[in-house]
């Protein structure tokens, strides 16, 4: 058994869709989940649909959402499929406007379910053995909307069975998506197709989980910022938490724990070329990486705080200091501290306002917003010259073979 997973990019026109219904046909007889995200950029379009609806702009919400199912019925038409696979084509009304987050899930998860559709009809179609599952029944979550916590026992015993009943070669599911016992729909968080394949695979006790992209592999830096990268061809599992946790786009830092507790190989494969080697994240990778590695993890701000009383921050701030942090979902990239202070760097999302509210009931709060911060991995004198010079660099940490620089962009 193994687990593939194929991202919005790769599945973003009929083309696409052909070329995975291929690297299926690949596998001949051997049984495979493959995990698929929303089409392209449906999920961001979708987010379009709910802010205006939340903004009461009916008019361009309905716009928005024609915009989502022309692009799909084109897909279907193209691969000669009825429009009626689609879920469902009218825009759904706002499940309760007060809850943004419970709303978000109920509508975007829209984007999974309508991928899977159209996949498993057109490898139906194309002759092979395929069905299709509902993550929303199967991948069993608290009601943290937007960033659901998945119950794993539950979940575990759920898929196997569904897996195994379904009987079929290949069983297609949604990433990103899972369900409530009540049966609402929520989400993983952005970008949570990966940890979702990351879980079958564990549920399943999976030989392998690959993960398609439209890159060769797992690369020392973004090829759209850089010029001259290079292929990683192996690292281990630790090495792979470090990199996505810096923000390396390359896979979801959730999706590490998962394969790594059972110690199942993870491969990052090209869609383009599918019998390259890609990159391989197993635990017996030979080594540390040996070239330096640069990631980028834009849309920063800088959160400081100093208590009001000038009292020593690090004993009595640090627990309600954090706890404010946690309770608002924000993604801490990187702490620094001193006598009186503690700054933070957090990915810049809605809760941000809120949560600097409230610390100012309690600190002096001082922040700063469009920042990136810049991770670099192995590097040198040479490399910590070349990059600090000329940028504007708001704090910096270096250890021995790794710097951070949080720049102004
Ligand atoms: N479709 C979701 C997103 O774009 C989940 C994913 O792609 O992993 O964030
Ligand atoms: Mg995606």
Redesign the pocket.
């Known amino acids: 058994m193994k687990v593939y997973k194929f ?2 990019a790769s599945v973003r026109n009929p083309e696409g869709i052909r070329n995975l219904a291929h690297i299926v046909s690949l596998c001949g007889d051997e049984q495979l989940v493959v995990v698929v ?2 089409m392209g950029k ?2 961001n379009a979708l987010e379009r649909v709910l802010d205006a609806l939340m903004a009461g702009d009916v008019v361009l919400a309905q716009q928005e959402w024609d915009g989502i199912i022309a692009y799909h019925e084109d897909i279907l038409h193209a691969l000669e499929l009825p429009k009626d696979v689609l879920p469902y084509r009218a825009l759904p009304a706002l499940a309760d406007r007060a809850n943004y987050d419970f709303s978000y899930d109920q509508l975007v998860s829209f ?2 379910l309508t991928s899977t559709a159209i996949i498993n009809a057109y490898l139906r179609k194309a002759g092979l053995d395929s069905c299709l599952l509902d993550m929303t029944r199967l991948l069993r979550t608290d009601a943290t909307y937007r960033d659901a916590n998945v119950c794993m026992a539950e979940s575990e015993q759920r898929i196997c069975e569904a897996v195994r009943q379904a009987g079929h070669q290949v069983c297609i599911v949604q ?2 998506i899972g369900g409530t016992t009540e049966g609402y729909r929520t989400t993983l968080g ?5 940890y979702t394949a990351a879980l079958v695979g564990n549920f399943l006790d999976a030989e392998s989980v690959t993960i398609w992209k439209d890159v060769p592999g797992i690369l020392n830096a973004d090829p759209r910022l850089v010029k001259d990268t290079v292929l990683i061809p192996e690292l281990n599992y630790h090495d792979a938490v470090e990199l996505s946790y810096s923000g390396a786009q390359i896979i979801h830092p959730k999706t590490i724990r998962p394969i790594e507790n059972k110690h199942i190989p993870l491969y990052v494969k090209p869609f383009g070329d599918p019998t390259a080697a890609g990159s391989k994240i197993y635990a017996d990778a030979a080594g540390p990486i040996d070239v330096p590695v640069y990631i980028w993890r834009k849309n920063q701000v800088l959160i400081t705080i100093r208590p009001k009383d000038f009292s020593f921050v690090l004993e009595q701030s640090l627990n309600s200091f954090f706890e404010i942090i946690h309770r608002h979902r924000l993604k801490v990239s990187l702490i620094q501290s001193s006598a009186v202070t503690i700054s933070v760097s957090v990915d810049h999302t809605r809760y941000v306002d809120a949560a600097i509210e409230e610390l100012r009931e309690q600190f002096r709060v001082n922040y700063n917003e469009h920042l990136s911060l810049l991770t670099i991995r192995g590097t040198t004198p040479e490399i910590l010259h070349k990059e600090s010079v000329g940028r504007r660099i708001l704090l910096s940490q270096t250890t021995r073979r790794t710097a951070r620089f949080l720049i102004s962009e």
């Open positions: 991202g919005g995200s929303a449906t999920t984007g999974e990433g990103f952005r970008e949570g197709s990966d």
